[in-house]
């Protein structure tokens, strides 16, 4: 699991029918060796920009969507409290 700031929306004009409905952010990995590293994730919590958010990767990702058969490897899963410091 990853904590990220979200910097942007993701608009896709075509995509997969699998990935239809699905919103996408951009965020940024704070703190590690990723740090500030970009990732596409779904949101799944209706996270806002400039939020610190929990980023899960891989099959778990997948899961959180209740599909294994969807393309995604990075969703956000938490929306991180404002007085927790980095």
């Known amino acids: ?18 990935l239809v409905g699905l919103k996408f952010m951009l965020v940024e990995v704070l703190g590690g060796v990723d740090a500030g590293r970009l990732i596409i994730a779904v ?8 939020e610190r958010v929990l980023v899960c990767t891989g ?13 995604v490897d990075a969703a956000i899963v938490g929306i991180i409290d404002e007085d927790c410091l980095f």
């Open 1 to 18: 699991m990853l904590a990220a700031k979200v910097i942007d929306n993701i608009w896709a004009t075509r995509k997969a029918e699998s």
């Open 43 to 50: 949101d799944t919590i209706g996270a806002g920009f400039g």
């Open 59 to 71: 099959s778990s990702a997948r899961r959180m969507l209740g599909r294994d058969d969807v393309p």
